[in-house]
């Protein structure tokens, strides 16, 4: 059974796909919680952050001050890359392990991954699903997180434009609708892939 990679643009419907997948009986790793977990107080990741980009990145309780991190790196480049360096290689080894547990067991699960095309994983995975809405929609739903223009610029700027993820993909997901007809769409995703490996075909 196939291992899909799910990406798409920031506020386009990842975290509800992820949720819809679960619900689905499919197994979902989420590196944004594996961020978490790798910068969880203690950890290497985060005494690596502490050295590299300064320790007003952590809370009176020593945790990560995320949304002051965001930020910064998101209008600062060469602190993202360095943030970055940091935490991707130690997420990758992570859903890598699961994703190869996953293929010896014979599992279909899904990886859920922002920046899948922009660091080039997608030869890791049989499909690609990108979760796309319309910038407009797209645009309420970052507002409705209180993040500023600018915040909202920075983010979409570190990503891969919509368009460019959706001609990459394999798959679509559009998710402008109720949850279910996204539903609806993933049941139709997932058939549609048993059907084709039952023929031979991936």
């Given at each position: 059974?196939?291992?899909?990679?799910?990406?798409?643009?920031?506020?386009?419907?990842?975290?509800?796909?992820?949720?819809?997948?679960?619900?689905?009986g499919?197994?979902?790793?989420?590196?944004?919680?594996?961020?978490?977990?790798?910068?969880?107080?203690?950890?290497?990741?985060?005494?690596?952050?502490?050295?590299?980009?300064?320790s007003?990145?952590?809370?009176?309780?020593?945790?990560?001050?995320?949304?002051?991190?965001?930020s910064?790196?998101?209008?600062?480049?060469?602190?993202?890359?360095?943030?970055e360096?940091?935490?991707?290689?130690?997420?990758?080894?992570?859903?890598?392990?699961?994703?190869?547990?996953?293929?010896?067991?014979?599992v279909?699960?899904?990886?859920?991954?922002?920046?899948?095309?922009?660091?080039?994983y997608?030869?890791?995975?049989?499909v690609v699903?990108?979760?796309?809405?319309?910038?407009?929609?797209?645009?309420?739903r970052l507002?409705?997180?209180?993040?500023?223009?600018?915040?909202?610029?920075?983010?979409?700027?570190?990503?891969?434009?919509?368009?460019?993820?959706?001609?990459r993909s394999?798959?679509?997901?559009?998710?402008?609708?109720?949850?279910?007809?996204?539903?609806d769409?993933?049941?139709?995703?997932?058939?549609?892939?048993?059907?084709?490996?039952?023929a031979?075909?991936v």
């Open positions: 059974m196939p291992v899909l990679g799910i990406t798409g643009g920031i506020g386009m419907g990842k975290s509800t796909a992820a949720g819809i997948l679960v619900s689905l499919i197994p979902v790793v989420d590196t944004d919680q594996l961020a978490r977990e790798e910068t969880a107080p203690g950890s290497p990741a985060l005494a690596e952050i502490q050295d590299q980009l300064g007003e990145f952590l809370d009176a309780s020593g945790r990560l001050d995320r949304a002051r991190l965001a910064v790196v998101f209008s600062d480049p060469s602190r993202r890359r360095i943030l360096g940091i935490l991707h290689p130690r997420i990758a080894r992570r859903w890598q392990e699961t994703t190869a547990s996953w293929r010896r067991e014979g279909t699960g899904a990886v859920v991954i922002p920046l899948l095309f922009e660091k080039s997608e030869p890791q995975f049989e699903v990108c979760v796309a809405c319309s910038q407009e929609t797209q645009q309420r507002e409705t997180r209180g993040w500023s223009p600018r915040e909202i610029e920075g983010r979409k700027a570190a990503q891969l434009p919509i368009v460019e993820k959706i001609a394999q798959v679509m997901v559009w998710t402008e609708g109720s949850v279910e007809s996204h539903r769409q993933w049941n139709r995703v997932l058939g549609s892939r048993r059907q084709r490996l039952t031979g075909a």
